[in-house]
């Protein structure tokens, strides 16, 4: 009897488990609590204020604020990169900080100092968001915001006395926003001069710090006392405005910066050929700095001589005296029509010695070609007082710089007067009736100054300088600046047409020095032109 208890003990047992777990389950799955209520799911501007404020940490900056934009695209791309940008940030970490800590340990009596791992881990710092500032500036302005959740092993292992310790990092986190700025832009590789670095606001840092095997972050107070000391420091260094600089390329070289000075003086010219029918020229030179965004400079027109004298002087600025040339062309002037050329030559300037005064008499030739018998013919010469002017090192400091401050007015500049000088930059949404190519034209106290034409572009870019001397600061005058577009076919009935004008009033030229604004043209609808106007005196 007790064998036979046993047995169907055994099984009632059995059956009661498998029982209960059958109700249980279904209970489980039918029977809902009274006390869980279904998500209410409604659109963000349907939300109560209290549930913004509770969804608004979640939602990425992108979706809050418009100006930042979207960076799956970079963030896909770390995250691949990863493991290779891993160890190349680390072995360069490593490159820089073991010879400091080999400089440092002798005096603190510290046998050796080294890591005996060291890796940032396997999760890439990820970017929200980003904001770009547009500035008329040659600039680009950057603020990422930056999170980083790491799982690093940094683990340093320190031996003096005898003794040895070792340190871990773990447990990383970091957020930030910091303003990056790329400046000057250059047109040499890759494209920026210096990198500035700013934060915004004190940074975040959170992180694990493991002494001979214990987390010395879980003592009470010192977890904050430190994360307040790192923030302090960290903003103390690079809180805006302050920046920390780390210089890619030389400034100077690579927007070419002026240099020196190369003066010439136009004396005479002698044996010209005759170009009108009573024998006679009206002879003129121009002078231009080949390739130089400047317009030429031209003499004084002398009529009827073929043997006229000048005696005028002009200065150039010199950026790059090995392979820049002056050119010269001397033309007969013609009251209607076109000048006729009467002949040309170069100064090649690294064929000069800087500071030393010289004089040339140049053969004009009928063109540059070397192997053009027609230059074999006579056509009068040229004679030219040259001298370059190298700046010293006190001079070149004082240049245009990528701060945005002025150079100073070549020599020759009249004393209480001094250089104005209008950079046309670019136009945007110049829009024509009948044809678009844009040209600006610059009126200013009765001297024109233009541009060239850009065929078919709503949004042209000249970069061309203009310079006008002064006899004093122009604070009661202004600069009328026309936009026009040209056509060059034959029998269209709309050969010009003006796509918009500004006038610039120059007070605020002369007080700043300089100013770089874009303007919205008159009677445009849209268009808009970038001026740069700087105010040069020669202290």
């Known amino acids: 009897m007790g064998f036979i208890s046993t047995i169907l003990g055994f099984f009632g047992f059995g059956m009661g488990i498998v029982i209960g777990l059958v109700i249980g389950y279904f209970l489980f799955i ?12 409604r659109p963000l501007a349907e939300q109560d204020t209290e549930s913004l404020q509770r969804l608004l940490p979640e939602i ?41 800590i ?15 791992s060291f890796t940032l881990g396997t999760l890439p710092p990820t970017f929200p968001g980003m904001k770009v500032y547009i500035t008329e500036e040659k600039e680009l302005i950057m603020e990422p915001v930056i999170k980083w959740a790491a799982n690093p092993n940094i683990t340093v292992a320190v031996k003096a006395f005898g003794l040895k310790a070792t340190a871990q990092v ?28 700013s934060l915004m606001e004190k940074p975040h840092v959170d992180f694990g710090l493991k002494l001979l095997g214990a987390d010395a972050m879980s003592i009470p107070g010192l977890y904050r006392f430190v994360q307040e000391i790192i923030k302090d420091q960290v903003a103390s260094m690079y809180l805006w405005p302050k920046t920390l600089e780390v210089q890619i390329l030389d400034p100077s070289k690579a927007m070419k910066r002026p240099v020196g000075i190369f003066n010439v003086t136009v004396v005479r010219a002698m ?61 007969d002037w013609e009251q209607v029509g076109s000048h006729e050329k009467m002949g040309v030559n170069i100064v090649p300037l ?32 040229l004679v030219l007082e040259v001298m370059y002017k190298a700046f010293n090192d006190e001079e070149l400091a004082n240049g245009t710089d990528e701060s945005g401050t002025v150079e100073k007015a070549p020599d020759g500049t009249p004393e209480g007067g001094g ?28 001297e024109e100054r233009r541009t060239k034409v850009i065929k078919k572009n709503r949004d042209p870019r000249w970069e061309e300088e203009f310079q006008f001397v002064l006899e004093e600061p122009p604070v009661n005058d202004r600069i009328h600046v026309e936009v026009f577009s040209t056509s060059k076919r034959m029998g269209l009935r709309h050969p010009k047409e003006a796509l918009g004008y500004v006038d610039v009033y120059l007070a605020d030229v002369v007080n700043n020095k300089r100013i770089n604004e874009r303007y919205h043209l008159i009677d445009s609808k849209n268009g808009r032109l970038q001026i740069e106007l700087q105010w040069r005196t020669a202290s």
């Open 30 to 41: 039918y029977v809902l609590p009274t006390d869980v209520k279904h998500p209410d799911i």
């Open 60 to 100: 990425p900056l992108w979706v809050k604020n418009p100006d930042y934009d979207r960076l799956d695209w970079l963030n896909k791309m770390i995250e691949l990169m990863w493991p290779y940008l891993d160890k190349a940030i680390c072995k360069t970490a490593k490159g820089i900080v073991d010879p400091i």
């Open 102 to 116: 080999a400089e440092q340990i002798p005096q603190y009596k510290i046998e050796s100092v080294e890591f005996q």
């Open 170 to 197: 773990v447990d990383l986190q970091i957020f930030a926003l910091p303003r990056i700025t790329l400046k000057p832009l250059v047109p040499t590789f890759p494209c920026f001069a210096k990198i500035y670095v």
């Open 271 to 331: 044996k010209l050929k005759k170009t009108d029918l009573l024998g006679l020229s009206d002879p003129f030179v121009k002078l231009k700095i080949m390739d130089d965004k400047l317009s030429s400079k031209k003499t004084s027109v002398k009529h009827k001589n073929l043997n006229p004298e000048w005696n005028e002087e002009f200065s150039f600025v010199v950026k790059d005296p090995q392979t820049q040339v002056l050119k010269f062309s001397v033309y």
């Open 350 to 381: 690294k064929d000069l010695t800087p500071d030393e005064p010289k004089v040339l008499t140049l053969d004009l030739l009928k063109n540059l070609k070397p192997d053009d018998v027609q230059n074999e013919k006579s056509r009068g010469q």
């Open 419 to 446: 250089m104005l000088v209008v950079i046309v930059h670019e136009g945007q949404d110049l829009e024509g009736k009948h044809h678009t190519n844009p040209s600006v034209r610059l009126l200013f106290r009765g």
